[in-house]
């Protein structure tokens, strides 16, 4: 063994990086770090002559691929993107599916149509527990499953109803 004049005689002192839990001496504390910005991405899905979806991204030109379904022709733009984005895997993909009229029609008023039921909805679970706190407090005081037929509901609801009411 050769004497290199670190007092090891040729011997190597290996250290072993430290595990990924534990933060380094000079590591930034994680809330330090810097967001980082990911970018978007418009996506234009088009349907072709012969049935196949077809995939550009907006801005990055020659970047197009094809699926048989709208979903399909989703995962293979990532891959396209790949070859032409840095990071495409965690790029925002904001897709633009361009239907006929009478299709994008029906889907506006299905979306304006779901929104009003949502709204009737958390309406409908407001008046529900109000009910239920009249019938089951003050003067009345009536049972759950008394309550319950008359509201029309299991009498496991309407004891949900009061839990959620005395929160």
């Not at 250290?15 to 994680?30: D, F, L």
């Not at 094809?66 to 989703?74: C, I, K, L, P, Y």
Request: aromatic content about 4%.
């Amino acid at each position: 063994m050769l004497d290199d004049g670190t007092g090891t005689l040729g011997r190597r002192h290996w250290t072993w990086p430290a595990p990924a839990h534990r933060a380094r001496p000079g590591a930034v504390p994680r809330e330090g770090m810097v967001k980082e910005i990911v970018k978007t991405y418009r996506v234009a899905y088009e349907r072709d002559e012969s049935g196949w979806w077809v995939a550009s991204v907006r801005g990055v030109r020659g970047c197009h691929t094809q699926g048989r379904t709208v979903d399909e022709a989703r995962r293979r733009i990532v891959e396209a993107m790949e070859l032409f984005v840095a990071d495409a895997r965690r790029a925002k993909i904001v897709d633009e599916v361009k239907l006929p009229a009478n299709a994008a029609r029906a889907l506006r008023t299905y979306a304006t149509l779901r929104k009003r039921a949502d709204d009737e909805e958390r309406r409908s679970a407001r008046a529900a527990r109000r009910a239920v706190r009249v019938l089951r407090r003050g003067r009345l005081k009536m049972s759950a499953r008394d309550a319950a037929r008359l509201l029309g509901l299991s009498h496991q609801r309407v004891h949900q109803l009061t839990q959620d009411d005395a929160d």
